[in-house]
C-alpha cells in the first residue's frame, strides 16, 4: 500500500504569511496527487488535482508542485478564511489519504 | 444545483449492520464514479470504497469482506453496506463524485452521515 506522509501536522502563521505544507509518498505516483481543505464540521473542498492544477473557482493564492514523491501545497498570502485542515491524497493505487495539517492564524 | 446528500446513520451495537445511503442530484449520476471516505472522531480522512461507472469495486483493507458498496443508477442513489460493525467504523460518512472520466479526483463531497458502534 502507497503511505503519504504529511507535514507538518499543524502550523500557525499570520494573515499574510507563505505558508508550505509537504507531501511524501512512499512509492511513484507520478503526478497523481491531490489537495483538499476542510474547514470544521464541513466536508472536504477539492482544491488542487493531479499535483499542480487549480480546481475551477479557487483562488490563485493556491498552488501545488511535485518533484520526484515529494509534493508540496502552498498558500502565498495566507487569509482569516483560510483556516482549516488540509489533506493530500493520492490516487495512482487506490487512494491515501496524508495525515492533515492543521492551518491556525497567529 | 450538484448536490449529494446521505442518509442511514445512527447508533449500533458491535456485530450490528447498517446501511448507508446516498441521493444524487443535479448531474448524469451513471456517468460518474463514486467514493465513500469517513473519518472518526478528532481523526483524519480515511478512503473506504469505491465503484466505477461500469461498477468495478475496490475496497480498503480495513472493510473488505464486512462492507459492500452498489449503485442504483436509476435511482440516482449510491449504497454502502456495512456488516459485522467494530467500533473501529465509529466515523463520519461522505459519499463524494470522482471528476468525470477519472478515478479519484473526488470533486463533489455530501455532507456526511454520522455512524456510531457502541454497545
Known sequence: ?106 | EVQLVESGGGLVKPGGSLRLSCAASGFTFRTYSMNWVRQAPGKGLEWVSSISVSSYIYYADSVKGRFTISRDNAKNSLYLQMNSLRAEDTAVYYCARDRRGVIGIMDVWGQGTTVTVSS
Open chain 1, 1 to 106: 500500500d502507497i503511505q503519504m506522509t504529511q507535514s507538518p501536522s499543524s502550523l500557525s502563521a499570520s494573515v499574510g504569511d507563505r505558508v508550505t505544507i509537504t507531501c511524501q509518498a512512499s512509492q511513484d505516483i507520478s503526478n497523481y496527487l491531490n489537495w483538499y481543505q476542510q474547514k470544521p464540521g464541513k466536508a472536504p473542498k477539492l482544491l488542487i488535482y493531479d499535483a499542480s492544477t487549480l480546481e475551477t473557482g479557487v483562488p490563485s493564492r493556491f498552488s501545488g508542485s511535485a518533484s520526484g514523491t515529494d509534493f508540496t501545497f502552498i498558500i502565498s498570502s495566507l487569509q482569516p478564511e483560510d483556516i482549516a485542515t488540509y489533506y493530500c491524497q493520492q490516487f495512482d493505487d487506490r487512494f491515501t489519504f496524508g495525515g492533515g495539517t492543521k492551518v491556525e492564524i497567529k
